[in-house]
């Protein structure tokens, strides 16, 4: 989402400063065009070369050495970034901003930028706790600015405390999250996600290959979007992502409740989750132990947690997934008709680069309008965006006319939704 954006990356005099290179290098990797600026303190802790290099542009330094294509440099910059981000930010350059001084090229690119500005302070424990830089920081919060909270631990100085640079990935997600379009502000988005457990002793169960990253990129896609999120999750290797509520699962039935309980705020939900339709029927207390005859486990049905969802859906926006891997479109229709949801997103997991685990899709999307859009292989990123533009025109065809996508499906495809094949 950062491809072709433009970042003025202010570096200031602090340790942390060497983690702006790596910094630098993963907005590049992400083709973000980074133009940095250094302090005089910052060419103290790491070159103006390295950033160069990493950056593949001149480093600006100072605000009268002139620079091919920057004629007067801090204006130039300040035009041409869609967001200043200061890495670290030291307690000196934040009274600075706070108390209107432009003395240099990165305080008057940020005096001139009507860009967002995101500070990510890091400094000593005592400095940052200091009355003085907590009213800087809480003014330049009253002022728009984007503060990042630091992260505590063992500081360079020795100390323990709070003062850390906050994570690189954290201040990745804060620079998407300002960039994005604040689109799904009114939604308050239910997302499942990830593989269930179903156990038939204490140390085994039946579950299935979903890593939950489709789930994932789509709580991740909706919170930027300025949603309120719900991620209920089966056991997934997955960072919690950032801002939403995370409850975390491990059966079915716990989804289930999981979801019953939550389900009342909920004006959209999207069912990604990988839900087992069956459990033993008997969870042994001791573990089963080896004997000569075969060990047969008897199962027995789930409850269909979408199922129950559409049966009181009112207004809400309800998602599914359809996983399949043989007559995709039939199932498909026969699911969402069934189960009474807006839209199906339907991916055949026998394809290549689509389905569980993998970091891309191959989806169609179905509606009850009877429209039919099938799309080529993107990256799950991709598909959370394009799904949440769908729960968006939905939600806008709504406001226009509130009996739209309300009524009943096309005939041909209720034709399919009444067969038995659907689960
Ligand atoms: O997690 P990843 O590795 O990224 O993989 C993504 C995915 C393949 C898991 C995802 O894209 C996907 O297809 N999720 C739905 C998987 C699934 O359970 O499909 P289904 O066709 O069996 O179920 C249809 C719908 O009913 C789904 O929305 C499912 O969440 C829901 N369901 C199913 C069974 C059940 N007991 N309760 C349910 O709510």
């Not at 000593?124 to 505590?152: C, Q, T, W």
């Not at 896609?221 to 995370?246: D, E, K, M, W």
């Not at 990123?381 to 996508?405: C, F, G, M, W």
Request: proline share 4%.
């Amino acid at each position: 989402m950062l491809k072709g954006k433009k970042i003025v990356l202010g570096i200031t005099g602090g340790i942390a400063a060497y983690k702006a290179a790596e910094l630098t290098r993963q907005l590049v990797k992400e083709g973000v065009d980074v133009k940095v600026i250094m302090t005089r303190h910052a060419t103290e802790f790491i070159t103006p070369m390295t950033l160069q290099t990493l950056s593949g542009s001149p480093v600006f330094t100072d605000m009268f050495t002139p620079i091919k294509d920057f004629e007067i440099a801090h204006i130039s910059l300040s035009d041409f970034s869609d967001i200043i981000v200061i890495v670290p930010a030291t307690a000196n350059i934040i009274g600075k901003i706070a108390s209107g001084i432009a003395d240099d090229i990165l305080t008057t690119t940020i005096m001139a930028t009507k860009s967002p500005v995101l500070i990510c302070p890091a400094m000593n424990v005592n400095m940052f706790e200091n009355a003085i830089v907590r009213e800087n920081i809480n003014k330049l919060a009253d002022h728009g600015f984007y503060i990042l909270e630091p992260g505590s631990g063992e500081l360079a100085c020795g100390t323990i405390g709070k003062g850390r640079l906050p994570e690189l990935a954290v201040i990745m997600e804060k620079i998407k999250y300002i960039l994005t379009e604040k689109d799904l502000l009114s939604e308050h988005v239910l997302v499942t996600a990830g593989p269930t457990r179903e156990p038939f002793d204490p140390v085994r169960f039946i579950t299935n290959y979903s890593s939950g990253k489709m789930g994932y990129a789509i709580a991740t896609a909706a919170y930027r979007r300025g949603a309120r999120v719900t991620l209920i999750s089966g056991p997934t290797h997955l960072q919690i992502p950032h801002g939403v509520n995370f409850i975390s699962i491990s059966s079915a039935r716990e989804m289930r409740d999981a979801v019953m309980a939550n389900l009342s705020e909920a004006t959209v939900v999207i069912k990604a989750a990988a839900v087992a339709d069956y459990r033993p029927s008997i969870c042994e207390t001791q573990k089963i132990k080896k004997k000569n005859e075969d060990l047969e486990i008897k199962l027995e049905k789930n409850p269909d947690i979408i199922e129950e969802i559409g049966q009181k859906k009112e207004e809400r926006i309800l998602v599914g997934f359809a996983m399949e891997s043989e007559h995709l479109v039939e199932n498909a229709i026969a699911k969402m008709v069934k189960k009474n949801m807006d839209f199906i997103v339907a991916n055949d997991v026998t394809k290549q680069g689509a389905g569980f685990q993998g970091d891309t899709n191959i989806i169609s999307i179905l509606d009850r309008d009877g429209e039919m859009n099938e799309l080529p292989l993107m990256d799950k990123t991709q598909v959370a965006s394009i799904i949440l533009d769908k729960v968006k025109l939905i939600r806008e065809n709504r406001r226009k006319n509130p009996t739209s996508l309300t009524g009943t499906f096309p005939f041909a495809w209720k034709t399919v939704g009444d067969g038995d094949k659907v689960k």
